[in-house]
T-cell receptor, first 114, second 107 residues
Framework: NAGVTQTPKFRILKIGQSMTLQCTQDMNHNYMYWYRQDPGMGLKLIYYSVGAGITDKGEVPNGYNVSRSTTEDFPLRLELAAPSQTSVYFCASSWTSGDTGELFFGEGSRLTVL | KNEVEQSPQNLTAQEGEFITINCSYSVGISALHWLQQHPGGGIVSLFM???GKKKHGRLIATINIQEKHSSLHITASHPRDSAVYIC?????????FGAGTRLTVKP
């Protein structure tokens, strides 16, 4: 089983460019999440989705957008990249919320904005 | 002050030692997760618990809801246990993460 697949693994962007981080899961999970991980800090929730067509903001949503047109896919869009968005991004999924569901993570995407 | 605090931040142990990593939180929670992040960066779930104690192989996780504290224990540690261990607490759709404890086990 592939689990949660993220692409790309690495990307360098120039300030002002845009890009999409792709996330796909093959476990038929309802819940999907995007986190960012900065050095020395805990993961921060950017956006989450509880099912196809439903998304909501997390703790640090500014500068990002998401969509959830299918159960499997949850892409994260960065518009007008800024150096503050340099980070490692993780996509995760779970069958139910974190209250009762185990989280499954992708391998991460390291983004550098110069 | 962070809502989820882990201690120690860094831990070096000799192979075979008993290891304890602590997690304290200041918010109400429905569940607590322990995660492992390997040097390559991937994150895997070790435990999810809302009360008591869970055991999986050489790993044991406990939680005290009244004291808002959880511990992760590793018995007979091995160099392959070297990783960052992350505590996360869940309340509804929100999850808050500790900064992690970096464990190095030397042979």
């Amino acid at each position: 089983n592939a689990g949660v697949t993220q692409t790309p693994k690495f990307r360098i962007l120039k300030i002002g460019q845009s890009m999409t981080l792709q996330c796909t899961q093959d476990m038929n999970h309802n819940y999907m999440y995007w986190y960012r991980q900065d050095p020395g800090m805990g993961l921060k929730l950017i956006y989450y989705s509880v099912g196809a067509g439903i998304t909501d903001k997390g703790e640090v949503p500014n500068g990002y957008n998401v969509s959830r047109s299918t159960t499997e896919d949850f892409p994260l869009r960065l518009e007008l990249a800024a150096p503050s968005q340099t980070s490692v991004y993780f996509c995760a999924s779970s069958w139910t919320s974190g209250d009762t569901g185990e989280l499954f993570f992708g391998e991460g995407s390291r983004l550098t904005v110069l | 002050k962070n809502e989820v605090e882990q201690s120690p931040q860094n831990l070096t142990a000799q192979e075979g030692e008993f290891i304890t990593i602590n997690c304290s939180y200041s918010v109400g929670i429905s569940a607590l997760h322990w995660l492992q992040q390997h040097p390559g960066g991937g994150i895997v779930s070790l435990f999810m618990l809302s009360s008591g104690k869970k055991k999986h192989g050489r790993l044991i996780a406990t939680i005290n809801i009244q004291e808002k504290h959880s511990s992760l224990h590793i018995t007979a540690s091995h160099p392959r246990d070297s990783a960052v261990y992350i505590c996360a607490v869940s309340g509804g759709n929100d999850m808050r993460f500790g900064a992690g404890t970096r464990l190095t086990v030397k042979p």
